[in-house]
């Protein structure tokens, strides 16, 4: 029994590694990702729209905003978006952290609660979940408002990483086992054929290797996708017992939602941002200040904080010229995809792209069975 709770407890504690230094940056980027990219609605008009809304046409999910009786006025959507903003803006400067990320968590559930009671629900929850389970971190521990207070605990927590990976697992089963229920593993059938088809004659989703994909005309290809897409999503509910398996288990995501919106068009983007929270974060953290220090020469304690705002200014004018560009519209015209999407998704892929390229040319050496100096003496 004790055995078994010493794995338990190892499995929620020790599973991942957590710096004050590597959470307060990742705080600070997912503060800017939520702000420019995730921000539940889009704008005053869609807000404008909802309220007007006639009460017959008020079809919430399952939840809390069953208790309504149709949608609220106009003012009620602009309340809680000015929450939402003030809130992620606390959450930015790590000013009453765990409140301002709690109440940022929450104001996403009610926004997003309200806009999908018109009967369309996207599966975006992960948005309000992330500040939500990593205010329990303290991830205000470092480059914060917090931080400078008399007797704020700099402690951190690394259990909130293991609960997301276990929500994670538990989405990707739960996408998973129907598929299994609902025939994909049957040979006779090409199930990930039959979306495709779906999304592009159906939803007019053709950008960018649709077309292609459409016309390729593989069964044994089509096959192979059915079953490897109903094993990764299943498997993922294992990968969570190990933090090694499901880092690999979130490469091999990313690749799926590439590959998806490639052929499909769908982008998947609030996974990415729980995808994010499990980067190297203190590895990011230790190299940007040894590039800082290495441009500007400056190698005091405050190059610390200083190489922080810096990477946090270079992400906030990288973040409003792509969000700014992606709402003018001038690329991926009729389509479905924004082009942030596109570009934050094929970021990803190659982020992994030469993660696993430097892990197996390591692998490689490792194995190399020719040793440095040694050479085949000549017969005598």
């Not at 919430?60 to 009786?69: A, R, T």
């Not at 980067?279 to 190059?303: A, F, M, P, Q």
């Not at 690329?331 to 390229?357: K, N, P, Q, R, W």
Request: with cysteine; glycine share 6%; proline share 4%.
């Amino acid at each position: 029994m004790k055995h078994s709770e010493k794995r338990f407890d190892h499995w929620i504690f020790k599973s991942f590694t957590v710096t004050a230094d590597g959470l307060g940056l990742l705080r600070i980027f997912t503060s800017l990702f939520i702000l420019f990219f995730l921000i539940p609605g889009q704008g005053s008009s869609h807000f404008v729209f909802l309220s007007e809304m006639p009460d017959d046409f008020f079809a919430p999910p399952p939840g809390p905003m069953m208790l309504l009786h149709g949608f609220p006025a106009y003012a009620v959507f602009q309340i809680l978006h000015t929450v939402l903003l003030f809130s992620l803006a606390g959450m930015l400067a790590g000013y009453y952290t765990k409140l301002a990320s709690v109440i940022a968590g929450i104001s996403i559930l009610l926004l997003q609660g309200l806009i999908f009671s018109i009967g369309k629900v996207n599966h975006e929850i992960l948005i309000a979940v992330v500040p939500i389970v990593m205010a329990f971190s303290n991830w205000g521990a470092a480059f914060s408002v917090d931080s400078t207070r008399k007797g704020f605990s700099h402690e951190v927590h690394s259990w909130p990483l293991s609960l997301l990976a276990l929500l994670i697992g538990f989405m990707m089963f739960t996408a998973g086992f129907p598929k299994i229920l609902g025939g994909w593993l049957d040979p006779a059938t090409q199930a990930a054929q039959g979306h495709m088809f779906n999304q592009f004659f159906v939803r007019e989703r053709d950008a960018l290797l649709a077309a292609w994909f459409v016309n390729f005309d593989n069964i044994v290809f089509w096959e192979l996708l059915d079953w490897a897409t109903v094993l990764f999503e299943v498997g993922f509910m294992v990968a969570v017992l190990s933090g090694k398996w499901f880092k690999w288990f979130l490469c091999l995501a990313v690749l799926f939602h590439f590959s998806t919106m490639m052929m499909l068009n769908i982008a998947f983007l609030p996974n990415f941002l729980v995808y994010a929270v499990f980067l190297n974060w203190t590895e990011i953290y230790d190299s940007n200040l040894r590039l800082y220090r290495r441009i500007t020469g400056k190698k005091g304690e405050k190059s610390k904080k200083r190489s922080v705002w810096v990477l946090s200014g270079v992400l906030l004018i990288l973040f409003s010229f792509l969000s700014y560009v992606s709402s003018k519209e001038l690329y991926l015209t009729g389509s479905d995809l924004m082009l942030h999407e596109v570009v934050v998704v094929s970021v990803a892929f190659l982020i992994v792209f030469i993660l696993a390229s430097l892990t197996l040319s390591q692998v490689i050496s490792r194995f190399d069975i020719i040793k440095p100096g040694s050479s085949q003496e000549s017969p005598k």
